[in-house]
């Protein structure tokens, strides 16, 4: 069992890089299965969930090397479209792969993902749209059946409600369907921009992507291609709330500003003064944040669910009062009990928590998911003495060797295993 060991209150300083987008590179690499030859992907963080994502290309027969941040996907064999189980389990969002299988073989199979630490994660929005591009599919026993009689075919899909993962899958499906999809009250987070970049070279014909109307022109085929992954806003957004809870003056490079717009206007209504330049921000934060006005999370451009955790956590040890309103996810507070062995005061009401700045002490504590796992950390950097945060595996999902990225700012952070 491994653990980060963090002595806290020290004021954070210097410059840091956020890594590639986990959001981002999850769905390009399923789309390489849709190019067969061999893409090149840079930027690639070393994250479990990357590592998750090779293992089901090399089960579907492409060849995977990695030298670096650069991954190369060799797409020329694809033969099955058997997603096996424990992939499933590990990362919910493999359901991406449906549709660039779907696309490529035109057969898919795969366990329904069941709930997980954020609540319930149904798929029904992907089947949906799968099935309205032309897919047949069955459940037995909890496995997904999918196959295309002919060849999938262009249609209108409206979201009733824009998911990420569905726009993305429908997105992936469409590319080398016969016609024209267009798909209505699409997710319009920058990662799907990134995709639909990427979809692009590789030869398909996406446009709309970053507004609620996506609009996919079939292709025969697509050729391989290179891409660079766009930097991680919410790894950016985990660092500068990292130095507004600690204190300091830092920057955080590689990352579109505008991406973090509502993130950045809490910071300065706390009280962090912040400079925003071409792909960098300038934080300097007296390490005492304030309360600030009603963080409701909601689609992007709305405050990000992803960033509720560590936000919470930088206010929680500040002084004031803020309201946070979680609705993307029913279950998203379990960060909340164990920042509450922090000293954290934070009232829980349904989707409603009433954080009152309380000093935090260091405290044992677990990592209860990925964003929750961060809060902690950005807790135990606030904190008076030292804590320890366990369970990495959460926090290794989606953060490149946290503990790195945070002793280059000069914090007290040290993995043991
Ligand atoms: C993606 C992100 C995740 C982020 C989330 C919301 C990736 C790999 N993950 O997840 O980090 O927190 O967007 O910004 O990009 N829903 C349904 N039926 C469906 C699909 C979704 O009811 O078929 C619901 C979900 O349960 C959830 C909400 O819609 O309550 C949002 O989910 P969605 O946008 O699909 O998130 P993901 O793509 O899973």
Redesign the pocket.
């Known amino acids: 069992m491994s653990f980060f060991e963090i002595t806290g209150r020290r004021r954070l300083s210097g410059s840091i890089g956020a890594h590639g987008a ?2 981002s590179v ?2 390009i690499l399923a789309a390489c299965v849709l190019a067969p030859g061999e893409s090149v992907i840079e930027n690639c963080p070393g994250l479990s ?1 990357v590592a998750a994502t090779v293992e089901i290309l090399r089960g579907l027969g492409c060849r995977v090397g990695r030298e670096g941040d650069v991954v190369t996907v060799d797409a020329a064999c694809v033969e099955g479209g058997v997603i096996p189980e424990h992939l499933m389990r590990e990362m ?2 493999s359901v ?1 792969f449906l549709g660039a299988v779907l696309g490529r073989v035109g057969r898919a199979q795969m366990c329904y993902p069941g709930g997980c630490e ?11 749209a799968l099935r309205k591009l032309g897919a047949e599919i069955r459940e037995e026993e909890g496995v997904l059946h999918c196959r295309v009689p002919d060849r999938l075919r262009g249609c209108r899909l409206a979201l009733p ?6 726009t ?1 899958n429908a997105m992936l499906a469409a590319c080398t369907a016969r016609g024209v999809t267009t798909i209505t009250g699409a ?1 319009c ?1 920058p ?1 799907i921009e990134d995709l639909q970049i990427f979809l692009n070279k590789l030869g398909a014909r996406v446009h709309g992507a970053g507004t609620p109307v996506v609009t996919v022109e079939g292709v025969e085929t697509l050729h391989p291609t290179r891409h660079r992954v766009m930097g991680d806003r ?1 790894v950016a957004a985990t660092y500068l709330a990292a130095v507004g809870a600690a204190g300091g003056e830092a920057e955080v490079t590689g990352v579109d500003p505008c991406h973090l717009a509502t993130v950045l206007e809490v910071l300065e209504q706390a009280g962090c003064s912040l400079k925003s330049g071409g792909h960098s921000v300038r934080i300097c934060s007296t390490g005492r944040l304030r309360g600030v006005r009603p963080i409701r999370t909601a ?2 451009p709305g405050f ?3 960033a509720q955790a560590v936000t919470m956590a930088a206010l929680a040890g500040g002084e004031g009062t803020t309201v946070f309103e979680e609705n ?3 279950s998203r507070y379990r960060h909340v009990s164990e920042l509450a062995r922090m000293g954290a005061d934070i009232r829980l009401t349904g989707r409603t928590a009433i954080v009152t700045g309380a000093p935090l002490h260091g405290a044992h504590v677990c990592s209860t998911d990925l964003r929750g796992g961060a809060a902690l950390v950005v807790a135990a950097l606030a904190a008076e003495g030292t804590s320890r945060v366990g369970e990495l595996h959460h926090i290794d999902r989606g953060y490149d060797h946290l503990e790195h990225a945070l002793t280059q700012l000069g914090a007290q952070i040290e993995r043991i295993n």
């Open positions: 986990k959001n999850l769905p969930d919910r969002s991406i954020l609540g319930p994660r149904p798929i029904d929005l992907h089947l949906d409600f824009p998911s990420v993962g569905a993305e997710a987070e990662e919410i689609p992007y990000p669910t992803d993307i996810f029913q």
